[in-house]
């Protein structure tokens, strides 16, 4: 293969990262065994394993270099004799303000910090692909002899990446059937609530620990410092979450087109109906005209309509995709129109020769509203919502190419393959999402002339 060619396969970068990241454990296993149903520990002997990542002194330049805001960015927090503080000032968090309240015995919480580090945003970013929902990150830095956060369970599937020093972590059992895989995170829990521990065990720097959402835990420091990254997936990523998009467009469309959901509700119903009210020969009548108006709403769920209003969240919330540096030549980032330090203009236009890939999966998604339009990722900020979503509105004529080239990744096609008849058009289609970054080239653009 050509040394200029885009050999780069998102798809097996996503599989590969999360299996490295859970290493030892096989990846099928893991959601066979773990999984939102059972926690992981994962005991290495490398206690560098995950300093790739993060190490103290990055977190400190990251302070020094950066416009990091106490509460945006980073929490203070403690906790002793059962009650949680939060100490947050106003203003920027200084690196010396923060080490001054590390130095006393409080935690440091980073929230979001792909926002100042980009091997965080790369690690995110790739993961969304695997995962097809936003991937965020917390850093947590706790002193010696310290516990900065009270008992609690989260909404969240976490990964726990031991960078530096050891914790002890207590993990225990939702205290309720309807806590398993919450929807929403918890309060903080006293010690009295929740009972002997399911695992206790140190998690030692280059060590993984995985919690389903819903697991109750706490951890605190010994002898030494902890530095960790906390990796969170699939929040409000339900089934729940997908029928809240699919019924209220079923019930839409069934009002619209069937009759018996606009007919008027039985006279003095609520004479029989309700807390009120015991069972009746009135009451069992409705109860079976409710069921029998569901049973008809099932002949129009759309779940394909659903499944796009989910990606359009998703899309919204997500992490622009991080671009490798063996893909950036490739790339509108570092390909088409520019001066180079000899005054060179350098460029080279889309042709029909030219094979083209989505830059990720997940980076659009195309969705039938009032019109087509194409939603995008890859002009969204690191900051959650910073913006509102992105989105191209298309010509019906050119959804045909665009479900094409969607449905053909990771493979490249070039672009006189597109259905679409003019060929003026089909470049012109290219060069569009080219310059919203969408589309990557197998080979670099540029040339140069005078």
Same mark, same amino acid.
């Given at each position: 293969?050509?040394?200029?060619?885009?050999?780069?396969?998102?798809?097996?970068?996503?599989h590969?990262?999360l299996?490295?990241?859970?290493?030892?454990?096989?990846?099928?296993?893991?959601?066979?065994?773990?999984?939102?149903k059972n926690?992981?520990y994962?005991?290495?002997?490398?206690?560098? $394993?995950?300093?790739?990542?993060?190490t103290?002194?990055v977190?400190?330049?990251?302070?020094?270099?950066?416009?990091?805001?106490?509460?945006?960015?980073?929490?203070?927090t403690?906790?002793?004799?059962?009650?949680?503080?939060?100490?947050?000032?106003?203003g920027?968090?200084y690196?010396?303000?923060?080490?001054?309240?590390?130095?006393?015995?409080?935690?440091?919480?980073?929230?979001?910090?792909?926002?100042?580090?980009?091997?965080?945003?790369?690690?995110?970013?790739?993961?969304?692909?695997? $995962?097809?929902?936003?991937?965020?990150?917390?850093?947590?830095?706790?002193?010696?002899?310290?516990?900065? $956060?009270? &008992?609690?369970?989260?909404?969240?599937?976490?990964?726990?990446?031991?960078?530096?020093?050891?914790?002890?972590?207590?993990?225990?059992?939702?205290?309720?059937?309807?806590?398993?895989?919450?929807r929403?995170?918890?309060?903080?829990?006293?010690?009295?609530?929740?009972g002997?521990?399911?695992?206790?065990?140190?998690?030692?720097?280059?060590?993984?620990?995985y919690? &389903?959402?819903g697991?109750?835990?706490?951890?605190?420091?010994?002898?030494?410092?902890?530095?960790?990254?906390?990796?969170?997936?699939y929040?409000?990523?339900?089934?729940?979450?997908?029928?809240?998009?699919?019924?209220?467009?079923?019930?839409?469309?069934?009002?619209?087109?069937?009759?018996c959901?606009?007919?008027?509700?039985?006279?003095n119903?609520?004479?029989?109906?309700?807390e009120?009210?015991?069972?009746?020969?009135h009451?069992?009548?409705f109860?079976?005209?409710?069921?029998?108006?569901?049973?008809?709403?099932?002949?129009?769920?759309?779940?394909?309509?659903?499944a796009?209003?989910?990606?359009?969240?998703?899309i919204?919330?997500?992490?622009?995709?991080?671009?490798?540096?063996?893909?950036?030549?490739?790339?509108?980032?570092e390909?088409?129109?520019?001066?180079?330090?000899?005054?060179?203009?350098?460029?080279?236009?889309?042709?029909?020769?030219?094979?083209?890939?989505?830059?990720?999966?997940?980076c659009?998604r195309?969705?039938?509203?009032?019109?087509y339009?194409?939603y995008y990722?890859?002009?969204?900020?690191?900051e959650?919502?910073?913006?509102?979503?992105?989105?191209?509105?298309?010509?019906?004529?050119?959804?045909?190419?665009i479900?094409?080239?969607?449905?053909?990744? &990771?493979?490249?096609?070039?672009?006189?393959?597109?259905?679409?008849?003019d060929?003026?058009?089909?470049?012109?289609?290219?060069k569009?999402?080219w310059?919203?970054?969408?589309?990557?080239?197998?080979?670099?653009?540029?040339?140069? $002339?005078?």
């Amino acid at each position: 293969m050509s040394d200029i060619e885009n050999d780069h396969d998102p798809v097996k970068d996503c599989h590969q990262l999360l299996k490295w990241m859970i290493y030892p454990m096989d990846v099928d296993n893991f959601f066979k065994q773990n999984w939102e149903k059972n926690p992981l520990y994962v005991n290495r002997e490398s206690h560098n $394993f995950y300093k790739k990542l993060l190490t103290l002194h990055v977190l400190d330049d990251t302070l020094k270099n950066n416009n990091v805001l106490f509460t945006k960015h980073i929490d203070i927090t403690s906790y002793s004799n059962g009650v949680r503080e939060t100490h947050n000032p106003p203003g920027r968090a200084y690196s010396s303000v923060v080490w001054d309240y590390y130095r006393n015995k409080c935690s440091v919480r980073m929230l979001n910090p792909q926002i100042f580090m980009g091997k965080i945003h790369a690690l995110n970013a790739t993961l969304q692909e695997f $995962f097809g929902c936003f991937v965020g990150a917390n850093i947590y830095l706790t002193p010696p002899n310290s516990q900065g $956060f009270a &008992p609690h369970y989260d909404d969240v599937e976490a990964f726990i990446l031991q960078v530096e020093g050891e914790k002890r972590w207590k993990l225990y059992k939702p205290l309720k059937q309807n806590q398993y895989l919450p929807r929403y995170s918890s309060k903080n829990f006293d010690q009295s609530e929740i009972g002997e521990p399911i695992m206790d065990t140190i998690v030692k720097a280059g060590d993984l620990l995985y919690l &389903p959402r819903g697991t109750i835990h706490q951890a605190m420091t010994r002898n030494s410092h902890s530095l960790h990254i906390t990796v969170s997936v699939y929040q409000r990523n339900s089934w729940c979450n997908l029928l809240e998009k699919v019924l209220p467009q079923a019930l839409k469309q069934a009002t619209k087109n069937n009759v018996c959901f606009r007919e008027g509700l039985p006279l003095n119903y609520l004479k029989y109906v309700g807390e009120a009210y015991d069972s009746s020969c009135h009451k069992d009548a409705f109860k079976n005209n409710v069921k029998t108006l569901i049973t008809l709403l099932l002949d129009y769920i759309d779940i394909d309509n659903a499944a796009d209003l989910m990606a359009k969240g998703h899309i919204h919330d997500f992490l622009p995709p991080y671009v490798f540096k063996k893909e950036r030549r490739n790339t509108i980032l570092e390909d088409g129109e520019f001066l180079n330090i000899n005054g060179y203009k350098c460029y080279k236009e889309i042709k029909l020769s030219t094979r083209i890939r989505l830059l990720r999966l997940h980076c659009i998604r195309l969705i039938k509203e009032d019109v087509y339009k194409i939603y995008y990722s890859t002009d969204n900020s690191k900051e959650y919502h910073e913006y509102e979503p992105h989105f191209l509105e298309i010509d019906k004529e050119l959804v045909p190419a665009i479900k094409q080239i969607i449905t053909c990744y &990771p493979d490249f096609i070039s672009v006189r393959e597109l259905r679409i008849k003019d060929d003026d058009i089909k470049i012109q289609v290219a060069k569009d999402l080219w310059e919203k970054n969408l589309i990557i080239t197998k080979v670099p653009l540029y040339t140069e $002339f005078d």
